[in-house]
């Protein structure tokens, strides 16, 4: 990201992302945000980030660029004509080990991929042991963390913020595991296996 910025992370956005990380827990997952710069001229400026697109779930898919552009155009291309000025403004990613912590360098080289396209850009880091307390009830803390331009966790110097738009999120979350919500999730890999599924997951949060 560049200037000083705040991420306000909607509840459809959040509920996703988690859901494709549970979905794929000995797997590294990852996904776009999606959003609008709200307030730039604000100090800090407020990203809001409304909903998220999940996009692989096999380790091995990650590096490679051609099917991240692909991705990155089509997203780019369905939101654009929603007419609400929505864009591609991160990426987040979700290690297999539980006790990982640390942002994995291909996961670097697509939040420096995404930063030429939106400078504001984040790249938000799932807290696996924060996820598991999450669904079980007992956090409403963000299960996510955000990182700085040079991707390390940002927030220690008050030079970033993340918060969730609704204080119930994590309460939502829940509910959905509860009814396992996650098997129904579709990522951008499990499209291009089967160009039926489809990578919007449209009524998933229904």
Not at 20 to 44: C, D, I, M, Q, Y
Not at 86 to 112: C, E, F, I, S, T
Not at 156 to 164: E, F, I, K, P, Y
């Amino acid at each position: 990201m560049g200037a000083e910025c705040r991420y306000e992370v909607a509840q459809a956005a959040y509920v996703k992302l988690a859901l494709h990380a549970l979905k794929h827990p000995s797997a590294a997952v990852n996904g776009l945000l999606v959003g609008r710069l709200v307030e730039p001229s604000s100090t800090p400026a407020v990203v809001s980030v409304v909903d998220a697109v999940p996009l692989s779930h096999h380790p091995h898919h990650l590096p490679l660029l051609p099917t991240l552009e692909l991705a990155l155009t089509l997203v780019e291309d369905h939101f654009a004509t929603q007419g609400e000025g929505l864009a591609v403004v991160g990426y987040y990613h979700a290690n297999p080990r539980r006790d990982d912590a640390d942002l994995a360098p291909v996961a670097k080289r697509v939040g420096d991929h995404i930063f030429r396209y939106f400078p504001r850009s984040a790249v938000l880091l799932v807290d696996n042991k924060k996820l598991e307390e999450a669904v079980m009830g007992k956090s409403r803390e963000p299960v996510v963390q955000d990182s700085s331009k040079s991707w390390r966790q940002a927030g220690s110097d008050g030079s970033s913020q993340l918060a969730l738009k609704e204080p119930s999120t994590n309460v939502v979350l829940a509910d959905h595991v509860t009814t396992k919500k996650w098997e129904k999730i579709v990522d951008f890999d499990d499209h291009l296996d089967d160009i039926s599924k489809d990578w919007l997951n449209p009524g998933l949060l229904d």
